[in-house]
T-cell receptor, first 112, second 110 residues
Framework: EPEVTQTPSHQVTQMGQEVILRCVPISNHLYFYWYRQILGQKVEFLVSFYNNEISEKSEIFDDQFSVERPDGSNFTLKIRSTKLEDSAMYFC??????????FGPGTRLTVT | GQNIDQPTEMTATEGAIVQINCTYQTSGFNGLFWYQQHAGEAPTFLSYNVLDGLEEKGRFSSFLSRSKGYSYLLLKELQMKDSASYLCAVRAGGGNKLTFGTGTQLKVEL
């Protein structure tokens, strides 16, 4: 069964450093999403992406965040200058024309 | 904005039935989703309702009342592996983002 994959599974970085989280959505999917979940809290929407542009973003997704689909398979989330409060599990999700969003296994980001 | 409420924790016995409720307040409602999330893992899709009524899928059923802003997830013949967090999520407006509740942590006991 096709699945969303994410790398790395765990990323440790120092405050102020840039990180890039990578996702490979399911191959025939057209809509892509990033969510995050701070430990013990709810899953929060960050951004959605369709047709090579951002279709919607939350208040969390400020100028420090960017997304890119550099080729036909990868979908990346970049955080330019990480803060302690960026520590969270980051989930990538994708869907085709139907409603169900398939989530990847997540990247645990720890900012020290 | 959107407001989604669900109980924080529930405990049930193996083999029993449990109902997890979710209430929501939103404008432009466009669908309600239930996801299961085991600790440290990704949410996995369980069910989707956009019209009033009951959707059944094996041991899992989900109900929606749009007029009441209410949904429930019904789990039958509970198994130990059903111990997990159950997330209610709403899609609203023209976009497709999901807004999640805080989740209900279900513990299944012998």
């Amino acid at each position: 069964e096709p699945e969303v994959t994410q790398t790395p599974s765990h990323q440790v970085t120092q405050m102020g450093q840039e990180v890039i989280l990578r996702c490979v959505p399911i191959s025939n999917h057209l809509y892509f999403y990033w969510y995050r979940q701070i430990l013990g809290q709810k899953v929060e929407f960050l951004v959605s992406f369709y047709n090579n542009e951002i279709s919607e973003k939350s208040e969390i997704f400020d100028d420090q965040f960017s997304v890119e689909r550099p080729d036909g398979s990868n979908f990346t989330l970049k955080i330019r200058s990480t803060k302690l409060e960026d520590s969270a599990m980051y989930f990538c999700a994708s869907r085709d024309t139907y409603y169900e969003q398939y989530f990847g296994p997540g990247t645990r980001l720890t900012v020290t | 904005g959107q407001n989604i409420d669900q109980p924080t924790e529930m405990t049930a016995t193996e083999g029993a039935i449990v109902q997890i409720n979710c209430t929501y307040q939103t404008s432009g409602f466009n669908g309600l989703f239930w996801y299961q999330q085991h600790a440290g893992e990704a949410p996995t899709f369980l069910s989707y309702n956009v019209l009033d009524g009951l959707e059944e899928k094996g041991r899992f059923s989900s109900f929606l009342s749009r007029s009441k802003g209410y949904s429930y997830l019904l789990l039958k013949e509970l198994q130990m592996k059903d111990s997990a967090s159950y997330l209610c999520a709403v899609r609203a407006g023209g976009g497709n983002k999901l807004t999640f509740g805080t989740g209900t942590q279900l513990k299944v006991e012998l």
